[in-house]
């Protein structure tokens, strides 16, 4: 146990690291919103599949049962959410309402897996959440409502996702990725020509399709395999924390005194909650 808990960990925190360049490859790109969710769908649909094949070439991918079926759908709602909201509102509206997602997994898992969290694990989530306040205290714009509404649904979305996920620990929902893949390209594909973009936007929807997006996913999938679904919502904090860094590198933009300080107390919270739940595993 003390070796899955850790495995889970490091597993989920990787893939959050991966993910956190998600919104700036987002902005980078200026195709249509729709066009930029065919290539995320589809893209990593591909991608998804010959891992799966590759690492598991007995298997049978896909599972069209309930658990499959609403992990994909789960996951093609909260995409579609988060791409548009950082299209139409500000990265600070969209990351702050995310932050929440730990709080409402750790509601849905109560109520649905009587998944009852350790009081440790609601301070930490509390702890990470005066972080994340803090990191975004003065980024805080009203933005449009319409977007942060995107933004309210990706993250009941995701919160769902993991929930369900955990209730599925006993198999892995990986393949349910390439599911999830193509209802977000079938669907993007009647609003957008997705053949229609800029030459640049190649290179970032490669990046972002190609690698970013599966790797990221894979192993944020494989976490609630090993360790409770309020647990993983709450690594995906260190997206918040994470991302103005990599606009800092890549962008020039250097963050405020607030960034660093409110994304220090995230990791190092996530860390001290890891080790100390990984020492009481069993």
Known sequence: MH??????????????????????LIRLIDAHSFGLIFWRGSLLSLVVYIWCKTYRPADRILQFDTA????????????????????????????????ATPMVSAVLAHIFLKEKSPPVTWIAILICMGGIVWVLKDGWHSGKMLG?????LCCLGISAKFVNDRYARSRDMTPALILAGIIMAVIAAGFANPFIMAPRDWLWIFALCVVVLPAAFILITLGPMRIPA?????????????????????????????????????????????????????
Do not use: C
């Open 148 to 152: 942060d509404m995107f933004a309210v």
């Open 230 to 282: 309020a647990e993983v919502s709450m690594m995906m904090l260190l997206e918040t924390a994470l991302g103005p860094l990599w606009v800092w590198l890549i962008l020039n933009e250097i963050p405020p005194t607030a960034t660093l300080q409110g994304g220090s107390v995230v990791v190092f919270t996530l860390l001290a909650h890891s080790l100390l739940r990984w020492r009481k595993q069993p």
């Open 68 to 99: 499959m079926l609403r992990s994909a759908i789960l996951f093609a709602i909260s995409s579609f959410s988060f791409v548009t909201a950082i299209k139409i509102t500000s990265v600070a509206n969209v990351l702050v309402i995310i932050s």
């Open 3 to 24: 070796n899955e808990y850790l495995k889970g960990a490091l597993l989920t925190a990787l893939g959050v690291t991966i993910l956190s360049f998600d919104a700036l």
